[in-house]
């Protein structure tokens, strides 16, 4: 019914940029709350930021300064801009949303996407 879809992953050098995008389509009445999160091989998933509807940001301490999220309501599109990535960055990173499919609806469903990878070179 809903399905998110991540871009904009790759391999960049220690210092370098790189934006995230992910797009939510489907049967979708409203989106509170998106964000990115991030897995590294051996680790569990973690939270990168997040972005609430109003466009109120949340960050984990360890990309504070680095890295910005931003999103497009009408577009039901999450941005993660990256920069000064380092190696310990390398994870694969998913988006998150909290989505209505309908009005009458009373809560708001988790749904994930497929995840794509950020490798960080040093």
């Known amino acids: 019914q809903v399905r998110l879809v991540e871009s904009g992953g790759g391999l960049v050098q220690a210092g370098g940029s790189l934006r995230l995008s992910c797009v939510a389509s489907g049967r979708i009445f409203s989106i509170n709350t998106m964000g990115w999160h991030r897995q590294a091989p051996g680790k569990q998933r973690e939270l990168v930021a997040t972005?609430?509807?109003?466009?109120?940001?949340n960050y984990t301490d360890s990309v504070k300064g680095r890295f910005t999220i931003s999103r497009d309501n009408g577009k039901n599109r999450v941005y993660l801009q990256m920069n000064s990535l380092k190696p310990e960055d390398t994870a694969v990173y998913y988006c998150?949303?909290?989505?209505?499919?309908?009005?009458?609806?009373?809560?708001?469903?988790?749904?994930w996407g497929q995840g794509t990878q950020v490798t960080v070179s040093s």
């Open positions: 998150n949303a909290e989505i209505k499919n309908s009005w009458f609806e009373s809560t708001f469903g988790n749904y």
């Open positions: 972005i609430t509807s109003g466009g109120r940001t």
